[in-house]
C-alpha cells in the first residue's frame, strides 16, 4: 500500500463512528514506536552537526540569524504560549468530550468524528487582517518585534496583493 492509500484510508477511518477503530486507525497510521526512533535519530544528527560547528546545541545554530536571542527567549516564549493555551485546552476537551461515549479523555482520534457531528464553532473564513493583527501584537508582546506595512515600490513585489512589512526588534531594522 502506498502513502495515497494510505491517507486515503485513515482519512475515512478518522471518521469512523466506532471510537476503537478511530484509535487503532490513529496508532496504526502514526506508528509512534517508529516516529520516536527516527525522531531520536534526527535530533542526535542536529546535535553532532552543530557540536561540530561550535555551537552549544542545534537550537543555537538554527537561531542564529532568527530574532530571538537565543534558545532560552523560545522556550520562554512556548511556556508562554502553552500557559496562555491552557484555559482553551480545558474548554475544548470538555467540549469534545460530549460526545465521546466513553470514561476516558478524549484523544487525538476523537476530534475528526466531533467535527463531523457538530457545526464548528469557528467561522470557516476568518478574516486574513485579524489573523495578521493578532500574530503581529502575538510577536509584540512575547519578543518585542512590531511590524509596520509599507508600500512596495516598483518591481518590488510579483503581485498586487502581496503585503511589504519592515520588521523591527530591539530598535533594529530588518526590512
Not at 476503537?20 to 531520536?40: A, I
Request: proline share 6%; charged share 25%.
Amino acid at each position: 500500500m502506498n502513502g495515497r492509500d494510505l491517507m486515503v484510508q485513515y482519512s475515512w477511518l478518522m471518521r469512523h463512528p466506532d471510537r476503537d477503530m478511530r484509535r487503532e486507525s490513529y496508532h496504526s497510521y502514526y506508528k509512534l514506536d517508529d516516529l520516536t526512533v527516527n525522531n531520536q535519530a534526527l535530533f542526535t544528527n542536529r546535535r553532532k552537526m552543530a557540536h561540530a560547528l561550535n555551537f552549544d546545541s542545534f537550537a543555537h545554530r538554527a537561531l542564529m540569524l532568527s530574532a530571538p536571542k537565543g534558545p532560552e527567549e523560545v522556550g520562554y516564549f512556548l511556556r508562554s504560549l502553552s500557559d496562555e493555551m491552557q484555559p482553551f485546552l480545558i474548554d475544548d476537551r470538555r467540549y469534545i468530550s460530549q460526545f465521546v461515549d466513553d470514561s476516558s479523555p478524549p484523544g487525538p482520534w476523537d476530534i475528526y468524528a466531533v467535527a463531523n457531528l457538530q457545526s464548528p464553532q469557528v467561522p470557516m473564513k476568518l478574516n486574513f487582517y485579524d489573523c495578521l493583527n493578532g500574530f503581529f501584537e502575538l510577536a509584540e508582546t512575547l519578543f518585542g518585534i512590531s511590524f509596520s506595512r509599507e508600500t512596495p515600490k516598483d518591481g518590488e513585489v510579483w503581485h498586487d496583493s502581496v503585503l511589504k512589512f519592515k520588521v523591527t526588534h530591539n530598535e533594529v531594522d530588518y526590512g
